[in-house]
């Protein structure tokens, strides 16, 4: 069985490949993979037992199963968490974490930079059980002061945010939440646990797409959801275990794969996407570049006190020169040979998205510009080819999306 861990605490890149590993009566090297919907039991007696809580054993995967929970063991420990449960998808983590904690006459305070999907719950789906919603300029302190003057049961957030990578204040934010009586859950996605532990800032629960930087080489959705102990398992975990987010084992197992290699992949991400970024911001067709680490962000001070890496995505505005600007960013999407396109992001593969059209498009223009997305804003994930294949892709895109705008600026 597995050997005792060291007292010591141990460091992200040796969790990522130790933390919550369980070995079977097998002794295999790799975690095992548990397909299985069910368990047995000795006898009646141990399934009376384990249902009146006398005796600890696995019933129904929809509960528990040791693939997912050694996953979910090993995100507590890199995240700092006391406990962490798995879901199917990273909107079913984002929609347990909140419905779980929610009830009619609740009201919840949000940024406005949302995922689309998390914007529709606290939007459209929310007011529907009777839960008011209010959106503030995550950015803006003076709106969150306003908005949380009123007893408020939950703040959503997401830091940086998508598309624009704006960031909130975590600790400010924190503050006047805890003051209202809400409890904060921060979509952490763009930074990864790598690169930043909202826990650390006062939040009190984060929530992931696993989808993304943890599975990375684009193959299974996963979500998770990190807290209290406390708050697990008397309030999400009664939550989960009836209404039956769980996540497949076989997908639990890929995701738990897939951070083996995180460290790696974040942080070779995170120069490519840095060196991105300085090389688009020179460029006469990009009319600004956002990137939290580059001195030119309005946040970067901010930035660089919650993350230890400027991330692994860019994003960038297209001047539409002489046409429209959603022009020249389709010109440019449609002109890369390397990048694809695609809304995925924190892929091994780089992957471009024109926000207004596809992952922003629902929300509306006026809402769009209220954050700031126009017609020419490209977000860019930057994955893990060699970064000069890159550029010299983006550098051709440009010339192909810009030749008019390039000649008007001479
Ligand atoms: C992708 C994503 C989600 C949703 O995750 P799924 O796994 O696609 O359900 C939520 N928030 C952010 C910031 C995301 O990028």
């Known amino acids: 069985m597995s050997k005792t861990p060291p007292s010591r605490p141990l460091r992200p890149a040796t969790l990522l490949v130790r933390g919550g590993t369980m070995r079977s009566s097998m002794d295999e090297t790799s975690e095992a993979l548990f397909l299985t919907s069910g368990f047995v039991y000795d006898s009646a007696e141990q399934a009376e037992a384990t249902f009146n809580g006398t005796e600890t054993h696995y019933q129904y995967s929809r509960f528990g199963n040791p693939t997912v929970q050694m996953l979910e063991q090993r995100l507590a420990l890199l995240e700092g968490a006391e406990a962490c449960r798995m879901t199917a998808t990273g909107m079913a983590a984002v929609h347990a974490a909140m419905l779980s904690h929610l009830k009619a006459g609740d009201r919840v305070v949000a940024s406005r930079a949302l995922f689309g999907s998390c914007h529709w719950i606290v939007s459209t789906l929310l007011p529907r ?141 995170c120069r490519s996407a840095a060196a991105i970024a300085d ?60 990048i694809d396109v695609s809304n995925n992001l924190g892929d091994a593969k780089s992957m471009v998205t024109h926000p207004a059209t596809t992952t922003h498009m629902r929300i509306g223009a006026a809402e769009r510009a209220k954050l700031g997305i126009t017609d020419g804003t490209i977000r860019l994930s930057v994955g893990l080819e060699d970064v000069a294949d890159l550029i010299d892709d983006l550098a051709e895109a440009l010339d192909a999306a810009g030749g008019t705008v390039a000649r008007a600026a001479e």
């Not at 275990?241 to 083996?260: D, H, M, Q």
């Not at 539409?320 to 999407?333: Q, S």
């Open 129 to 269: 059980y009777g839960i008011e919603s209010v959106f503030v300029d995550g950015g803006d302190l003076g709106q969150w002061q306003a908005a949380l003057a009123r007893p408020t049961a939950l703040v959503l957030l997401e830091t940086p945010s998508n598309p624009m990578l704006e960031m909130v204040d975590l600790a400010a934010v924190a503050d006047l939440a805890h003051k209202a009586g809400a409890i904060v859950v921060v979509d952490n996605v763009f930074a990864t646990p790598l690169l930043q532990q909202p826990l650390k800032f006062g939040a009190d629960v984060v929530v992931y797409s696993c989808t993304k930087h943890m599975d990375g080489q684009g193959r299974v959705l996963g979500g998770a959801v990190l807290g209290t102990r406390k708050w697990v398992e008397e309030v999400l975990q009664p939550f989960t275990r009836n209404t039956g987010p769980a996540i497949s084992p076989f997908n639990a197992w890929v995701i738990l794969k897939g951070l083996e290699t995180l460290s790696l992949r974040v942080n070779a991400m």
């Open 279 to 338: 090389f688009l911001a020179e460029r006469p067709e990009v009319a600004r570049t956002l990137y939290p680490f580059r001195a030119d962000h309005p946040q970067q001070a901010l930035a660089r006190r919650h993350m230890s890496g400027g991330g692994t995505l860019v994003t960038f505005e297209l001047r539409g020169g002489t046409g429209e600007a959603k022009d020249a960013a389709f010109r440019f999407c449609n002109a890369l040979r390397v």
